[in-house]
T-cell receptor, first 110, second 111 residues
Framework: GIQVEQSPPDLILQEGANSTLRCNFS?????LQWFHQNPWGQLINLFY???GTKQNGRLSATTVATERYSLLYISSSQTTDSGVYFC????????????FGAGTRLFVKA | DGGITQSPKYLFRKEGQNVTLSCEQN?????MYWYRQDPGQGLRLIYY???????QKGDIAEGYSVSREKKESFPLTVTSAQKNPTAFYLC??????????FGPGTRLTVL
């Protein structure tokens, strides 16, 4: 089956630093989403980005579907950015089956 | 308010018991999903449903059952056949082919 790999698995940043999170997937996909899971477990939608580039404040994302990867950029990180970031792909072979990556655990130090 | 609700927030079960987790949405979404998350891990798909009265197994369906009798509701039953049911369960919904939105989750603990 399709493999979804996220890197790095863990990341520690000083407040104000920038970072790039990566999501690689091994097969064609219909859709790709980025989520932030807060300490209470709630998944917060960041981007719905099957292709192209989107920006929302300090966050931006780029998906290159032909090369099977997506990047999430966090600029001027804040302590509230801490948590786990997941990418999730919806398979390209019909239906809505969705596969999540294992996540990147981010800790931003004050 | 529009959104996805899950209940209960915390659930304790004795071994050998079946329990049912509730998921309701008022977003008029066609598709609904159940995921399981173990500590420090990503989400794994249990079941998903594209329309009423239809659902498909995900990657870890053994020991679980679902029904989709109404568009708004997608309850998940954790049966006694599930060997290790202690986990965080998340429900999601989406319009067909669009982004998924998640409920707040149910934490199930087997005593």
């Amino acid at each position: 089956g399709i493999q979804v790999e996220q890197s790095p698995p863990d990341l520690i940043l000083q407040e104000g630093a920038n970072s790039t999170l990566r999501c690689n997937f091994s097969d064609s996909v219909n859709n790709l989403q980025w989520f932030h899971q807060n300490p209470w477990g709630q998944l917060i939608n960041l981007f719905y980005i099957p292709s192209g580039t989107k920006q929302n404040g300090r966050l931006s994302a780029t998906t290159v579907a032909t090369e099977r990867y997506s990047l999430l950029y966090i600029s001027s990180s804040q302590t509230t950015d801490s948590g786990v970031y997941f990418c999730a792909v919806e398979l390209g072979t019909g239906g809505f089956k969705t596969i999540f990556g294992a996540g990147t655990r981010l800790f931003v130090k004050a | 308010d529009g959104g996805i609700t899950q209940s209960p927030k915390y659930l304790f079960r004795k071994e050998g018991q079946n329990v049912t987790l509730s998921c309701e949405q008022n977003l008029n979404h066609d598709a609904m999903y159940w995921y399981r998350q173990d500590p420090g891990q990503g989400l794994r798909l249990i079941y998903y449903s594209q329309i009423v009265n239809d659902f498909q197994k995900g990657d870890i369906a053994e020991g679980y059952s679902v029904s989709r009798e109404k568009k708004e509701s997608f309850p998940l039953t954790v049966t006694s056949a599930q060997k290790n049911p202690t986990a965080f369960y998340l429900c999601a919904s989406s319009s067909r082919g669009n982004e998924q939105f998640f409920g707040p989750g149910t934490r199930l603990t087997v005593l």
